[in-house]
């Protein structure tokens, strides 16, 4: 029995989320094809009815996790400028994204393992963290080119602080240590406010 449009459309948003959240929990090279389409509900088989092949899903799924995870910096329910910053440096910054890489940040996650791959997955990242950029720089408000050079300051920041504190495991103490040091940094505490 052959699927309809929305059937077949379902069946791919599935496997995309499954996609994007197996690989910033296992790395590209960790999840096999297989694995994402067990996880969507489907079988192997079906897998190139949908992508031509593992890198075009690898960059497709990636897209899903950018777009998901710049959501906290869109203007909602009235918050704009530093209160959208704000909330976006506390939950980047959380125990919550440390330890759920799954749903967290795709350039802390797997960055490293998207430069290997090249291709249409390095300019998914390009696009991706250059959006980020956008956004973060937006929020920042003032001039245009330093908000930007602020906003990639800030990014650097935060996601150096991810990838050290996973790297070094929830064993050790530095993992709190890092995320301390970054809140009190001088320019993201002022981005936080001075009373946290």
Do not use: W
Request: charged share 30%; aromatic share 4%.
């Amino acid at each position: 029995m052959r699927k309809n449009k929305e059937e077949t459309a379902e069946s791919r948003r599935r496997i995309l989320k499954e996609a994007a959240r197996l690989y910033r929990e296992k790395g590209f090279s960790g999840v096999g094809v297989t694995d994402i389409m067990e996880a969507a509900g489907m079988t192997h088989g079906g897998f190139y009815r949908h992508f031509p092949s593992k890198e075009a899903l690898i960059a497709e799924a990636m897209t899903e996790a950018f777009t998901d995870r710049a959501s906290p910096l869109a203007p909602d329910h009235g918050e704009a400028g530093s209160d959208l910053l704000r909330n976006y440096i506390d939950l980047y910054l959380s125990k919550d994204h440390l330890d759920h890489p799954a749903a967290g940040c795709p350039v802390a996650a797997v960055g490293s393992e998207a430069a290997h791959i090249g291709g249409d997955v390095s300019r998914v990242f390009h696009d991706g963290v250059a959006r980020t950029i956008d956004r973060v720089a937006e929020a920042l408000g003032g001039a245009k080119e330093e908000s930007r050079s602020e906003a990639l300051r800030l990014l650097a920041t935060l996601v150096g602080a991810i990838v050290i504190a996973r790297a070094v495991g929830n064993h050790s103490d530095i993992q709190d240590d890092v995320l301390k040091a970054v809140r009190a940094d001088g320019g993201v505490s002022r981005l936080i406010g001075a009373e946290r």
